[in-house]
């Protein structure tokens, strides 16, 4: 059954330090989704993507957050200068029709750890 | 904005059924949906509804009501895989197309 990939699983930074947390979505799914989970907290929107572009951005996808789409099958999020309250698990998603409330899947997440 | 409730923690024992609800706040109404997170694994999409009433799939069922801003997961048959979290996520109609989750629903299971 296809999958999410993501890597690395786990990522260890130093505050200020730049970080390229990287996706494979699904080979047929055209929209592309990051999102975070602080520990014990609820899973948070970053960013959707579509057609080479941002379609949408939170609050938290501030200037220091990047993604890009550098090939036919890798997404990438990239974060500037973290900081420390950037420790978190990222998950990458992807949809096939755009409607991600009606199903994604889900990688299987990047645990950022910023010192 | 969105804001959605749902109950920090449900214990049951192995073979019994549990509950868990969400009520929601939204502007308008698309559709909730539920996904199921063990521990230091990634959500994975169990269930959606747009419309009133009950979704069956296997031991899992989800209702809605839109008129009462609220839905339930309904886990049967409890299985000691079944200890994990439980999000409910809703998206309002109009706007974003990015689904808002509750905070989770931790599910204990005893044998």
């Known amino acids: 059954e296809p999958e999410v990939t993501q890597t690395p699983s786990h990522q260890v930074t130093q505050m200020g330090q730049e970080v390229i947390l990287r996706c494979v979505p699904i080979s047929n799914h055209l929209y592309f989704y990051w999102y975070r989970q602080i520990l014990g907290q609820k899973v948070e929107f970053l960013v959707s993507?579509?057609?080479?572009?941002?379609?949408?951005k939170s609050e938290i996808f501030d200037d220091q957050f990047s993604v890009e789409r550098p090939d036919g099958s890798n997404f990438t999020l990239k974060i500037r200068s973290t900081k420390l309250e950037d420790s978190a698990m990222y998950f990458c998603?992807?949809?096939?029709?755009?409607?991600?409330?009606?199903?994604?899947?889900f990688g299987p997440g990047t645990r950022l750890t910023v010192l | 904005g969105q804001s959605l409730e749902q109950p920090s923690e449900v214990t049951a024992v192995e073979g019994a059924i549990v509950q868990i609800n969400c009520t929601y706040q939204?502007?308008?109404?698309?559709?909730l949906s539920w996904y199921q997170q063990h521990d230091g694994g990634a959500p994975t999409f169990l269930s959606y509804n747009a419309l009133d009433g009950l979704e069956e799939t296997g031991r899992f069922s989800s209702f809605l009501s839109r008129s009462d801003s609220y839905g339930y997961l309904l886990l049967q048959e409890l299985q000691m895989k079944d200890s994990a979290s439980y999000f409910c996520?809703?998206?309002?109609?109009?706007?974003?197309?990015?689904?808002?989750f509750g905070r989770g629903t931790s599910l204990i299971v005893h044998p």
């Open positions: 998603a992807s949809t096939k029709t755009g409607l991600p409330v009606r199903e994604q899947f």
């Open positions: 939204t502007s308008g109404f698309y559709g």
């Open positions: 993507f579509y057609n080479n572009e941002i379609s949408e």
């Open positions: 996520a809703v998206r309002a109609s109009g706007g974003s197309y990015i689904p808002t």
